[in-house]
């Protein structure tokens, strides 16, 4: 039996479209399809460095990220190798003395007997390693990695551009956040000059000087100005409103 059907998996990777798609979402597809692709794989995990720590981004069983835990905590395992040293790494038997030995034993106490894990690379970067795991002993060698390679190739390209749009999708969220920030605060600005007969930087003075004082964002002071002088013209309107009241309170 071949250890890879790489084909159906390979050319799925390689019509995966970014889209509403989150980056968790499109690790698991991965992982997902890297099981149906290896064959003799019983478990897959990726491992990625998050806010400076390694850890299981995702995996297909959560048995993955309980073996890969000791790893982590000791800074030494063959994932992390993998991602470190730019270069697969074999265990053939669990079971047997060898580098690794805390990793070792808890991947033998889980019921894994060999492990592969490969880096994924773009260029020359490191972006995450696969871990690949198997019940069998002596499951994977050079040969399984080299005819994987495709795969990781793709999978890594796939990974590299989910983490670019992901990035992109933040930052533009947060630019929107901002220009929203900003419309709001200019309209409260504006207010302000017409109610106080002030100029510009007397009345962002005074929005700053609320922030500070009740200790809340500089929008959320521009957003209640601008709200209390919708509510109070919409009085007005209505014949509601004390006429000898300041129109824009602050």
């Known amino acids: 039996m071949p250890t890879f059907q790489s084909s159906d998996s390979l050319l799925a990777l390689s019509r995966f479209v970014l889209s509403s798609e989150s980056l968790e979402t499109t690790l698991e597809r991965v992982c997902d399809l890297a099981l149906q692709a290896i064959t003799s794989a019983d478990l897959i995990g990726i491992t990625m460095i998050v806010e400076g720590c390694s850890r299981t981004a995702v995996s297909t069983d959560p048995l993955a990220p309980e073996i890969d835990r000791v790893q982590y905590e000791t800074g030494k395992g063959p994932c992390v190798a993998a991602y470190e040293q730019k270069r697969p790494f074999f265990i053939a038997s669990t079971s047997e003395d060898g580098p ?45 990695a080299e005819v994987a390679q495709p795969f990781v190739t793709q ?56 922030s500070q004082r009740e200790n809340i964002k500089l929008r959320q002071v521009a957003e209640r100005i601008v709200a209390n002088a919708i509510e109070r013209a919409s009085g007005a309107d209505s014949g509601l409103t004390d006429p000898d009241s300041s129109p824009v309170p602050i």
């Open 155 to 210: 999978a890594a390209i796939v990974l590299a551009n989910a983490s670019a749009y992901s990035d992109a999708r933040s930052l533009n969220e947060n630019l929107g956040e901002a220009m929203k920030s900003r419309a709001v605060i200019e309209q409260a600005k504006g207010m302000l000059m017409a109610a106080q007969k002030c100029d510009e930087d007397s009345a962002f003075e005074m929005l700053v000087k609320a």
């Open 100 to 144: 690794w030995p805390e990793f070792r034993r808890m991947a033998a106490e889980h019921g894994v007997a060999s492990t592969m894990s490969l880096p994924l690379m773009v260029g020359d970067d490191a972006i995450a390693s696969i871990n690949i795991y198997s019940r069998t002993p002596a499951a994977f060698g050079m040969a399984e």
